[in-house]
């Protein structure tokens, strides 16, 4: 249970939520209409679910919690790509499926999440999710380690963000058993949304990592200017800062730091493909001048969704502005570098 | 004069004229003699070279024709003769006697299944057998039965009258008797098609063997329609064959037996049927022996080689000269391979590939109607004149004008169309009658539907339980009224329809029957006729989904056709009226380019009663036409110019301005804005609808063969200008494919064969000693052009076939060719070397852009559909002919023009433009202004404005995307693309769709996966 009744309506959540830049959200009201009227408000759904609010809260209110069980069971206001995502979610949850045959014998497990079904349908954002995979595969080798590649359901972040607990459940019952069988003692995955999910959602008992924790360890050199943009799932949500940053630093990387970053970086605009709109294209417009200003010819995330949605923004047909930089997850970007022989 | 055009035979030719007729506002009359439309696409499985289903794109075309207001079918009928003079014409057609009321006949089936006797069956090439009342395939249109009075028990002997008494409308009537009406039309447009060659005469081909098959025989066994559902078997023992050999040109190229026309299509379809052969069973061995493979089209080559490489099929150049039937009935092949000698080769099945002979039909009416044939037996034309035949006013078009595939026969459909309504544009809209509707009622708040329940005859109540179905849906939610129907089709249900919709004010329609394909427009006529807005009617396909597929299941698909009904239901409820709106449009054209092509489509355009614009670029009209200096027939280019300029400055609704430029367009069908700069001056320009007629140009053959080095070499081009001036030249050699056929340019020229013969043939009559030689790797002289080859040869040009790999060197005064057929070196004593370049896409670039239309990869542009839209592009409302769309010879040009004419005047001749009602509509508020809808649209719908948003603390300025209802389909793409979820598609939208899975879903009780299928029980 969150614990809104510590909420004190002081507001300092809504001025500094990002959602409030753009539209007339207000997280306070939203706690003070559920907590004292049990009102639901439609702000339940504007929330990017960003966590600086509860990050900044005095009284410590729990508000994704909040937005989380308020969400439980309720239809949302409108999922972008027509739901399609969720859609998969859904009946992957209702397919029975056996359990697949090891794929080895390694205690660790790679997850490469769903960046196979983002290739199968986000076509306009130029995007090459399935990347990701194979870079991390490859770094991973670099530093000698033989992962399982696990073939498991979709982890169900979008899914119980949504407010669909009961399919989250079963995707999870899916992936715990699929888990256990492995036998793996450590699940690594190049999602920061799947970090976070099996991270704080899942109890497995086994270490959970995200993929930039291990780059550091790589001895590239590399000598290029970057900037890094914090996913809010990694960050605020695991706070997971210094190892991205570390992993382009100690590979002889100069990172050029945004306006806001860490704890205070601003939201990609999208989080568990909700509320794709003219609201949060401009904050992604925001965030992309922050990018622009540092001067730095990439911009590196460590999540497949802030990375699908900066490179949206890129390719609209008439561009909003013309950005003269490549959005670049963190992996792939290593893995170029050491193809190059760095 | 009147308004209205009989289009006799209802091939597709017949039924793109009839269309084009009927959209321009005339009655037309479309004749077919057999008991459907289609003719012999409709036999064929798959077409070249996309391989796109030929049913598949046909079908909707029929379906079109049945129900275009304007057109009457006469099908089961033949025209006995036609008389009369342009604008007046009588044709005299007999109504052959079906023993079938076709205004009972619901087409369910019920009597074939019953009848006892068979015959063979014609559709399927003889290779199978239907019933003596039949329809003779699944999508046959009309959709009504026919009686084989040959076979038919009761009108041979007088017995069994099974169908009479099965029939539950009544619609069988051993007494009907063939009648012969009088039609009084404007025009005529014959489009009598074909024959296929019977080889049978041949009989060193050993036809009478059950394993040697005809073409068209193969081509059903490949279809799934066909007598083996495709799966190619031998007609002897059922088994599959190993090798299969094609024999080309059976019944073609053979001056023997009177046939010396190539039959155009025999190398294309040898090679389709050949790759999907493959497709279907890997582990064939197929061989084509042939002559010369003609694959002179737009992609032909491609196709051919993609067939070599890609599916391993062998292409011997060599004729086999007879079948061989050997111990056991074995088949084998003797030919001469060129390099290693005779060889005799095994085959399990011969196809042979048989050619398109005149249909009789073409002759009797033709000696009937005093109409002239050419040498061949087609309608005679003449290269100016492709579709206008020795009788003013009587048009041909398609194969009964010569061989040619089915984009050329379409186009020249078109292009008869144009014609006819040019003589008539007088008359246009005099004898067609507009629907009127009553106003359509007040709804009530909530869904009132009412369900119809069709037992199709026996077709779905002998498996689906009907009265179940019926019942189930009463308890649906909405469902105000639910009911059986033997026939929902039948009129008699159309009055019931209306009378329980007033009776039980019932606000939405659901029919339970059969594919919405077929009956949609039907129903959605009866709720309007009944004051409900067309859109608010569902149709649930419980025949094609359930019945016909589950036969043997009658339970399981009783509960599927209650889910289908459901989700119906379901999806009803949320219908909401929608209208198509009426825009006005801009009644004149553009022309871009004035050469042939575009002073042709010009003419045709302003003789249809049109304002049209001609821009060129040049200081003069005549394109490419103006550096010629002889035409195959022996006329003179500069004559024909004369003419047709004189006709183009001569008519009033033609503006031409020359060294201009198009420079801006916005706006969509009917309504177009352009910028012309001519002068230095940039001039608005309105109009409806355009056509792009820019041409193509002369490859320059730089650095090959010594051209520009060697000033002895020259194009064939700048050869044509010197023999307009004379030449003293004794030995010329002429080599073909420069520049083509290779791997930067992988297409077939295929003017350029035609050409090379052509002046060979002058060369040798102006001096029948020089020493002509030809170096070629296939003579592409396709169709009736074969008789230049024929003539070329006659008169001593010499032909020396060379291979790709091994091309001849020219070297001073000489060229160097490896004869294939010596296998040895040859040098030929040269004073002039003739280089046979293809034609190059042009600036197409520029066009392109400026309508958004797209180009092939050879940046000629790119058709909307390769076989049935060769002149239109998918963005309506823009046109495309002559060597802009891909190489082409004159009168095919020409043809093209008109063609392309006929189909901007479809629209010109428009009141209004009327858009479709279920279009997709942008919520505003909602979208992104990502593009990605602009990007999905094939049609150019959707176009992006800027806004300023205020959000906030944040302003920043994006685009919007809306939506143009004119140029909508209503297709969802843009729907299902778009991320924000902001556009719907009306009658399609997500809600509605997901109200009928959420209705079907409640049904679902578990879902699995099984040995990699999802299993689902319900």
């Known amino acids: 249970?969150?614990?809104?009744?510590?909420?004190?309506?002081?507001?300092?959540?809504?001025?500094?939520?990002?959602?409030?830049?753009?539209?007339?959200?207000?997280?306070?009201?939203?706690i003070y209409n559920a907590n004292v009227y049990g009102l639901e408000t439609q702000d339940i759904w504007t929330c990017l679910t960003c966590g600086l609010c509860p990050q900044e809260c005095l009284q410590q209110v729990d508000f994704l919690s909040f937005i989380r069980e308020e969400r439980q069971g309720k239809q949302p206001l409108s999922i972008a790509h027509l739901g399609v995502f969720t859609e998969l979610a859904e009946l992957s949850s209702r397919l029975n499926g056996n359990i697949a045959a090891k794929s080895g014998d390694s205690k660790i497990g790679f997850f490469p999440g769903c960046v196979d079904s983002l290739d199968l349908f986000l076509h306009d954002v130029k995007t090459n999710f399935g990347e990701i995979t194979t870079s991390s595969v490859k770094l991973l080798d670099k530093l000698g380690m033989k992962p399982q590649v696990l073939n498991m359901k979709c982890c169900g972040h979008d899914v119980l963000w949504q407010g669909k607990k009961d399919v989250f459940d079963g995707l999870k019952a899916y992936n715990k058993k699929y888990i256990k069988e492995s036998g793996i003692d450590t699940l690594v995955t190049s999602c920061a949304e799947c970090y976070r999910t099996f991270s704080k959602d899942y109890d497995l008992g086994i270490k959970v990592v995200h993929t930039s924790q291990l780059?550091?360890?790589?001895?590239?050199?590399?000598?290029?200017?970057?900037?890094?943009?914090?996913?809010?799932?990694?960050?605020?949500?695991?706070?997971?800062?210094?190892?991205?940053?570390?992993?382009?630093?100690?590979?002889?990387?100069?990172?050029?730091?945004?306006?806001?970053?860490?704890?205070?970086?601003?939201?990609?605009?999208?989080?568990?493909?909700?509320?794709?709109?003219?609201?949060?294209?401009?904050?992604?417009i925001a965030r992309m001048n922050e990018a622009e200003a540092t001067g730095a010819k990439t911009l590196i995330t460590t999540c497949s969704k802030c990375l699908a949605h900066f490179n949206c923004l890129k390719s609209e047909k008439d561009a909003v502005k013309k950005y003269n930089f490549d959005v670049v997850d963190l992996s792939v970007f290593l893995a170029k570098q050491l193809e190059a022989g760095k | 004069m009147k308004g209205s055009v009989a289009v006799v035979g209802g091939g597709i030719a017949g039924i793109q004229a009839a269309l084009d007729l009927a959209d321009s506002g005339f009655k037309t009359y479309l004749i077919e003699s057999r008991p459907s439309i289609g003719g012999v696409m409709s036999q064929l499985d798959k077409t070249f070279p996309t391989n796109d289903c030929a049913m598949c794109i046909l079908s909707p075309k029929l379906v079109e024709t049945a129900r275009h207001p304007n057109i009457e079918l006469l099908a089961y009928s033949d025209v006995k003769s036609i008389s009369g003079k342009a604008g007046d014409f009588k044709v005299k057609v007999v109504k052959k006697a079906r023993y079938v009321d076709e205004t009972k006949c619901t087409g369910c089936g019920s009597c074939t299944e019953k009848c006892p006797s068979k015959v063979q069956d014609e559709y399927n090439a003889g290779m199978s057998k239907h019933k003596s009342i039949y329809i003779p395939f699944a999508q046959a249109i009309p959709r009504i039965a026919t009686?084989?009075?040959?076979?038919?028990?009761?009108?041979?002997?007088?017995?069994?009258?099974?169908?009479?008494?099965?029939?539950?409308?009544?619609?069988?009537?051993?007494?009907?008797?063939?009648?012969?009406?009088?039609?009084?039309?404007?025009?005529?447009?014959?489009?009598?098609?074909?024959?296929?060659?019977?080889?049978?005469?041949?009989?060193?081909?050993?036809?009478?063997?059950?394993?040697?098959?005809?073409?068209?025989?193969?081509?059903?066994?490949?279809?799934?329609?066909?007598?083996?559902?495709?799966?190619?078997?031998?007609?002897?023992?059922?088994?599959?064959?190993?090798?299969?050999?094609?024999?080309?040109?059976?019944?073609?190229?053979?001056?023997?037996?009177?046939?010396?026309?190539?039959?155009?299509?025999?190398?294309?379809?040898?090679?389709?049927?050949?790759?999907?052969?493959?497709?279907?069973?890997?582990?064939?061995?197929?061989?084509?022996?042939?002559?010369?493979?003609?694959?002179?089209?737009?992609?032909?080559?491609?196709?051919?080689?993609?067939?070599?490489?890609?599916?391993?099929?062998?292409?011997?150049?060599?004729?086999?000269?007879?079948?061989?039937?050997?111990?056991?009935?074995?088949?084998?092949?003797?030919?001469?391979?060129?390099?290693?000698?005779?060889?005799?080769?095994?085959?399990?099945?011969?196809?042979?590939?048989?050619?398109?002979d005149?249909?009789?039909?073409?002759?009797?009416?033709a000696q009937s109607s005093g109409i002239a044939l050419d040498d061949f037996g087609n309608i005679a034309t003449s290269i100016e004149s492709p579709v206008e035949s020795s009788v003013a006013g009587i048009y041909v078009c398609g194969v009964a004008q010569g061989p040619k595939d089915i984009p050329d026969t379409v186009a020249q459909a078109s292009a008869a169309a144009s014609k006819a309504a040019a003589l008539l544009s007088g008359e246009r809209g005099t004898l067609i009658k507009e629907r009127k509707f009553p106003d359509e009622k007040q709804l009530s708040p909530l869904p009132r539907i009412g369900v119809f329940v069709c037992h199709c005859g026996i077709n779905i109540g002998s498996v689906v339980n009907v009265p179940g179905v019926v019942e189930y849906a009463r308890t649906l939610p909405g469902v105000a009224h639910a009911r059986e129907m033997l026939y929902a089709c039948s009129s008699d249900s159309q009055a019931a329809i209306k009378d329980a919709i007033a009776k039980n004010d019932l606000n939405r329609v659901v029919v339970a029957s059969c594919t919405p394909r077929t009956h949609e427009p039907l129903f959605q006529n009866t709720c309007r006729e009944a004051g409900l807005n067309p859109y608010l009617f569902e149709l649930a396909n419980i025949r094609e989904h359930c019945s016909w597929v589950h036969s043997k299941e009658k339970e399981r698909a009783t509960e599927k056709a209650k889910g289908i009904v459901q989700m119906a239901v379901a999806k009803s409820a949320l219908f909401q009226p929608l209208y198509k709106q009426q825009v006005s449009l801009i009644n004149k054209a553009i022309v871009l380019g004035g050469g042939v092509a575009g002073m042709t489509a010009a003419l045709d355009i302003a003789n249809n009663g049109y304002h049209v614009t001609i821009i060129e670029k040049e200081k003069e009209l005549g394109g490419m036409l103006r550096e010629m200096t002889e035409l195959y027939d022996g006329k003179k280019p500069a004559d024909v110019l004369k003419e047709l300029i004189g006709k183009v400055n001569g008519n009033k609704n033609?503006?031409?301005?020359?060294?201009?430029?198009?420079?801006?367009?916005?706006?969509?069908?009917?309504?177009?804005?352009g910028v012309v700069l001519a002068n230095g001056k940039e001039l608005a320009l309105d109009f409806g609808a355009a056509v792009v007629a820019t041409g193509a140009r002369n490859l320059e053959p730089s650095g090959l063969f010594n051209y520009g080095k060697d000033p002895h070499v020259v194009t064939q081009a700048q050869f044509e200008k010197m023999l307009g001036k004379g030449i003293s030249a004794n030995n010329i050699t002429m080599i073909q494919c420069v520049g083509a056929r290779n791997k930067e340019r992988e297409y077939c020229g295929r003017t350029c064969c035609v050409d090379a013969v052509k002046n060979a043939i002058r060369i040798k009559k102006a001096n029948?000693?020089?020493?002509?030689?030809?170096?070629?790797?296939?003579?592409?002289?396709?169709?009736?052009?074969?008789?230049?080859?024929?003539?070329?040869?006659?008169?001593?040009?010499?032909?020396?076939?060379?291979?790709?790999?091994?091309?001849?060197?020219?070297?001073?005064?000489?060229?160097?060719?490896?004869?294939?057929?010596?296998?040895?070196?040859?040098?030929?004593?040269?004073?002039?070397?003739?280089?046979?370049?293809?034609?190059?896409?042009?600036?197409?670039?520029?066009?392109?852009?400026?309508?958004?239309?797209?180009?092939?990869?050879?940046?000629?542009?790119?058709?909307a559909h390769p076989k049935l839209r060769p002149v239109d592009f998918a963005t309506d409302?823009?046109?495309?002919?002559?060597?802009?769309?891909?190489?082409?010879?004159?009168?095919?040009?020409?043809?093209?023009?008109?063609?392309?004419?006929?189909?901007?005047?479809?629209?010109?001749?428009?009141?209004?433009?009327?858009?479709?009602?279920?279009?997709?509509?942008?919520?505003?508020?909602?979208?992104?202004?990502?593009?990605?809808?602009?990007?999905?649209?094939?049609?150019?719908?959707?176009?992006?404005?800027?806004?300023?948003?205020?959000?906030?603390?944040?302003?920043?300025?994006?685009?919007?995307?809306?939506?143009?209802?004119?140029?909508?389909?209503?297709?969802?793409?843009?729907?299902?693309?778009?991320?924000?979820?902001?556009?719907?598609?009306?009658?399609?939208?997500?809600?509605?769709?997901?109200e009928a899975i959420d209705a079907f879903d409640k049904g679902v009780k578990s879902i699995s996966i099984e040995k990699g299928f999802v299993e689902m029980t319900v």
């Open chain 2, 768 to 863: 029948s000693k020089a020493n002509v030689f030809v170096l070629y790797r296939d003579m592409r002289t396709y169709g009736v052009m074969e008789k230049l080859y024929e003539n070329a040869r006659d008169l001593g040009v010499i032909f020396i076939k060379y291979e790709a790999d091994n091309p001849p060197k020219v070297q001073g005064g000489s060229v160097l060719v490896h004869d294939h057929m010596l296998n040895q070196d040859i040098e030929l004593a040269s004073d002039l070397v003739v280089l046979s370049t293809p034609l190059v896409a042009g600036e197409n670039e520029e066009i392109n852009q400026l309508f958004k239309i797209p180009l092939d990869r050879n940046k000629f542009f790119l058709e």
């Open chain 1, 1 to 30: 249970m969150s614990n809104v009744q510590s909420c004190y309506q002081c507001g300092k959540c809504t001025s500094i939520c990002p959602m409030r830049r753009v539209s007339k959200t207000s997280p306070r009201s939203s």
């Open chain 2, 147 to 356: 009686i084989d009075a040959a076979h038919c028990l009761y009108l041979t002997k007088g017995k069994c009258g099974v169908c009479k008494k099965v029939c539950g409308p009544k619609a069988v009537d051993y007494e009907q008797k063939d009648t012969e009406i009088e039609l009084n039309v404007g025009s005529v447009v014959l489009a009598t098609g074909f024959k296929p060659f019977d080889p049978s005469i041949l009989k060193n081909y050993r036809f009478d063997h059950p394993d040697v098959i005809t073409s068209l025989q193969f081509e059903r066994l490949l279809s799934a329609s066909g007598p083996t559902q495709g799966h190619v078997t031998k007609q002897s023992d059922g088994k599959v064959p190993k090798n299969i050999a094609f024999i080309q040109c059976v019944g073609s190229r053979n001056p023997h037996i009177d046939r010396k026309h190539c039959s155009s299509v025999c190398c294309m379809y040898a090679t389709k049927e050949s790759i999907i052969a493959k497709e279907h069973d890997p582990e064939l061995n197929i061989t084509i022996f042939h002559i010369d493979i003609r694959a002179y089209g737009k992609n032909f080559e491609e196709f051919y080689n993609r067939a070599q490489r890609e599916y391993g099929i062998k292409y011997i150049n060599s004729r086999p000269p007879e079948v061989i039937v050997g111990a056991n009935n074995a088949l084998s092949l003797k030919y001469e391979d060129f390099s290693t000698g005779v060889v005799t080769q095994d085959f399990d099945l011969i196809v042979l590939s048989i050619g398109l």
């Open chain 2, 358 to 365: 005149p249909a009789d039909s073409t002759r009797a009416l």
């Open chain 2, 877 to 994: 409302g823009i046109f495309l002919c002559g060597s802009a769309q891909a190489p082409k010879l004159m009168d095919e040009a020409i043809s093209q023009a008109s063609a392309a004419a006929s189909r901007a005047c479809t629209i010109l001749s428009r009141k209004f433009i009327e858009t479709e009602g279920a279009v997709s509509v942008v919520n505003e508020a909602k979208c992104i202004g990502c593009g990605t809808c602009v990007t999905v649209c094939p049609y150019n719908a959707p176009s992006l404005y800027d806004v300023t948003v205020n959000v906030e603390e944040v302003t920043y300025t994006t685009n919007k995307s809306k939506i143009n209802a004119a140029s909508c389909k209503g297709c969802g793409s843009c729907a299902a693309a778009c991320p924000a979820g902001a556009i719907t598609a009306q009658h399609f939208s997500s809600k509605e769709i997901g």
């Open chain 2, 654 to 673: 033609i503006n031409v301005i020359n060294e201009a430029k198009l420079l801006k367009v916005e706006g969509y069908l009917g309504n177009f804005k």
């Open chain 1, 215 to 284: 780059w550091d360890k790589l001895g590239l050199k590399i000598n290029q200017d970057v900037t890094y943009h914090d996913p809010c799932r990694l960050g605020r949500h695991m706070g997971e800062y210094d190892a991205p940053r570390k992993a382009l630093t100690a590979n002889g990387v100069t990172l050029k730091e945004m306006e806001h970053s860490k704890e205070k970086a601003l939201c990609c605009g999208v989080s568990n493909f909700m509320n794709c709109n003219e609201q949060t294209k401009a904050l992604r």
